[in-house]
């Protein structure tokens, strides 16, 4: 498991195994946006480093700490993926007038797509970045939202499906009621897409080449599949602004809580076992809501149903990109 600390002073990356229960540090960077870690094979780590005017996605070689730049681009690269074969890399790309695209990489081509440009950006919770490639690699999912932006052309807009074999458009959600789609993942075997919009949590399930409806009035945020494929890990937030983790069951048709505390981005490090984040009020601004983020992180029990804090802190954000799934 890949993780960021971040404090005022600068950030760093660790790589975390509970047969040690000591995170090891593998990368030390600046104070700015932390950087988030991904997996693209179970030796090697991908990472964004950003300056000023540049952004750089390296990779680190765990068995030789040998590092490098896979992307050198002008501008801000906000999300990136590599497939599960590691032959293709995408990645978003914000250039200095805050245009963005999206860069597919493969076979050493470069296909851009240009997107909708997205003015007055902020961080609140409905700001979602996601790339993603599908279980089987056939498809990339990118989700670039910004709740009531998305009324432009929804073919170049920030909500959308890929075939990877050739970079066409395999699905976009539908207008109208999915006119404002977001907080979307795959599941972790097949090629069915879960996604939110104004009826609920939806599903598109790619040899289906149609939408259905999973659960009605669910206005989730930050889902996360199980590794078998029962549960979907989301953050609620109930009618007095405050985040809980819940979980759905997929075979069951229904929500479950976990810790009544206030936790967020949770992810699943295996089928039994959830992390999340704790979160407490706001001392200040905060345009994520009445809270934020400790810093703390907790890992949840399905069968226990308890919580266990982990040693380690200043840790804002998970993802479930940052897991080795094996």
Known sequence: MLFTASTTSGNEILLYDSASNTPQQLVSLGAGVAPEAHFVSAQKIAYVETSVISSRIMTIDLS?????????????VPAFAYSHDGSMLAYLLHDSANKPSLHVRRGGHETIL?????????????????????????????????IGNQGQAPETGQFLVLRTAD??????????TSANATMATWARHSNRVFYRDAVGVRTWDTEVHSVGTLAGGLHWYDPAPSPDDRWLAY????????????????????????????????????????????????????????????GKVFAYSLTSKSETSLPFSDVHSLSQLSVFSG
């Open 114 to 146: 240009n997107l909708n440009a997205i003015a007055g950006r902020g961080v609140g919770r409905d700001d979602e970045l996601r790339l993603e490639y599908s279980p089987d690699d056939k498809y990339l999912l990118m989700v670039d939202t910004f």
């Open 235 to 294: 953050t609620d937030i109930d009618t007095q602004f405050v985040p809980r983790v819940k979980l759905y069951d997929l075979h069951g048709s229904q929500s479950a809580t976990t810790s009544p505390a206030p936790r967020s981005h949770p992810i699943f490090i295996t089928a039994d076992t959830i992390w999340y984040l704790e979160e407490v009020a706001c001392t200040g601004e905060c345009m994520g809501g009445p809270s934020q983020p400790s």
């Open 167 to 176: 970079n066409t458009v395999a699905f976009l959600p539908p207008s109208g």
């Open 64 to 76: 030789t700490r040998a590092s490098g730049a896979d992307v050198t681009v002008s501008g801000y």
